[in-house]
Nanobody, 128 residues
């Protein structure tokens, strides 16, 4: 059974930092692209960041570029999202997801519907 389990969410003041982790189990994800998405109350789930299976290519939403960093440790089957300079508008449930690595075009993995596996989400709340 494939599982993606997020951790590291919480409450932080604006300007602070959090590091989210996503531990994958049930199969080897070395050939999968991994992504982070988020969903705020009353809004659609939106793309945040993605990283290719090799870890050599990343892509970010404009809203988080320069503040968030996605990385992965393939040996541990874990992907991370380092979030710095957090803003109240970053408040959301954050989800990690895995997509089969069918293309090296990183922008392909900004689409929610290409992801086959999803975690249960972790809440991030940024107070002003």
């Amino acid at each position: 059974q494939v599982q993606l389990v997020e951790s590291g969410g919480g409450l932080v003041q604006a300007g602070g930092s959090l590091r989210l982790s996503c531990a994958a189990s049930g199969r080897t994800f070395s050939s999968y692209a991994m992504g982070w998405f988020r969903q705020a109350p009353g809004k659609e789930r939106e793309f945040v960041a993605t990283i290719t299976w090799s870890g050599g290519n990343t892509y970010y939403a404009d809203s988080v570029k320069g503040r968030f960093t996605i990385s992965r440790d393939s040996a541990k089957n874990t992907v991370y999202l380092q979030m710095n300079s957090l803003k109240p508008e970053d408040t959301a449930v954050y989800y990690c997801a895995a997509a089969p690595g069918v293309t090296s075009s990183i922008r392909y993995y900004t689409q929610r519907n290409v992801y086959h596996y999803w975690g249960q989400g972790t809440q991030v709340t940024v107070s002003s």
